[in-house]
């Protein structure tokens, strides 16, 4: 059974920085592109990152590029989202998801979602 499990989420400060992790179990990272996402209240989903999780190759959305990386442990079947200096516009529930067709289609997926795999998400509240 396929599973997407995110944690890490939490309140933190502006300026201030949280990881979130992606456990991923029912199959091996080597094969498969691993998305961030996230939705704010009252926004669309926005998908902000991708991961070839084979040789870590990455991308980023202009709005977490510089600030947010996404790094992978592949013996622990784990990818994480490493996010710095937070701003209250960081505020949202924050999914992973996985695609199996590839790194460029992962990147094209991120506009419109339609991933082969999605966790529940875990919230992240930026705010002093």
């Known amino acids: 059974q396929v599973q997407l499990v995110e944690s890490g989420g939490g309140s933190v400060q502006p300026g201030g920085s949280l990881r979130l992790s992606c456990a991923v179990s029912?199959?091996?990272?080597?094969?498969?592109?691993i998305a961030w996402f996230r939705q704010a209240p009252g926004k669309e989903r926005e998908g902000i990152s991708c991961?070839?999780?084979?040789?870590?190759?990455?991308y980023y959305a202009d709005s977490v590029k510089g600030r947010f990386t996404i790094p992978r442990d592949n013996a622990k079947n784990t990818v994480y989202l490493q996010m710095n200096s937070l701003k209250p516009e960081d505020t949202a529930v924050y999914y992973c998801?996985?695609?199996?067709?590839?790194?460029?289609?992962?990147?094209?997926?991120?506009?419109?979602?339609?991933?082969?795999?999605w966790g529940k998400g875990t919230l992240v509240t930026v705010s002093s």
């Open positions: 029912g199959f091996t990272l080597d094969g498969y592109a």
């Open positions: 998801a996985a695609v199996s067709t590839g790194f460029a289609s992962c990147i094209t997926r991120l506009k419109y979602g339609r991933m082969d795999y």
């Open positions: 991961i070839k999780s084979s040789d870590a190759i990455t």
